[in-house]
């Protein structure tokens, strides 16, 4: 068995892209430009400030890249501060590793408001967030980052991610890796595993899915 899981947030752990797609249409519109679907689903799993230069740019902003990604996250933060949108089985996968002693972190590249608005919910050990490491997702610092504050080597890890840049941050770590596909294709590759939802999965039977 994995000696640590290490979540994903935006997409894996909570179905957070209506909430950042909302921020961005508020934005976009105070800025008189549309904003597509695409637009946002080629932000899906980046680092927030790559996030804030794409908006910048898109949008022909005067705020800079910094203040942009304070407005989406402080919309953002408040959204979960009232209602966490769980996506399907991910409470309950956490709560089972728990129950079998495998210690636990959160991984995402949103800042610490809007972690610690889903963290608090949840019994993990430590958390890791974009405002807290010098590169972000696709690098693999995060995760890093985790494991070792969870004392266990990159190795003996499941990441657990929605988004092609985060599972390629956890293969570049070393973790084993299972992918929840949600609005983004992610590719095969090493130590890469695939289900189509969280729901109904339990510590054991990923287990053993990882080596069928």
Not at 44 to 71: C, F, H, K
Not at 102 to 113: G, I, K, R
Not at 167 to 174: E, F, H, L, P, Q
């Amino acid at each position: 068995m994995w000696q640590a899981v290490l979540w994903d947030l935006d997409g894996t752990l909570v179905d957070t892209e209506p909430v950042w797609m909302a921020a961005e249409l508020e934005l976009a519109a105070e800025h008189g430009v549309d904003w597509t679907h695409d637009d946002g689903l080629a932000l899906v799993g980046l680092a927030l400030p790559d996030s804030g230069d794409y908006i910048r740019t898109r949008l022909n902003s005067n705020r800079s890249s910094a203040e942009i990604v304070e407005y989406l996250v402080k919309r953002v933060a408040a959204h979960l501060e009232q209602e966490v949108p769980w996506r399907p089985g991910a409470v309950d996968l956490v709560s089972a590793f728990a129950a079998a002693g495998v210690p636990q972190a959160l991984v995402t590249m949103s800042y610490a408001p809007i972690a610690s608005a889903v963290a608090t919910h949840l019994p993990f050990a430590a958390v890791v967030t974009g405002d807290a490491v010098t590169d972000g997702k696709p690098h693999p610092e995060a995760y890093l980052t985790a494991a070792a504050l969870l004392g266990r080597e990159p190795g003996d890890c499941l990441a657990i991610e929605d988004s092609a840049t985060g599972a390629a941050s956890a293969s570049s770590a070393g973790c084993d890796v299972l992918v929840i596909p949600h609005l983004v294709h992610v590719p095969p590759g090493p130590r890469r595993f695939t289900e189509a939802t969280l729901d109904g999965l339990s510590p054991s039977m990923l287990w053993v899915r990882r080596w069928s």
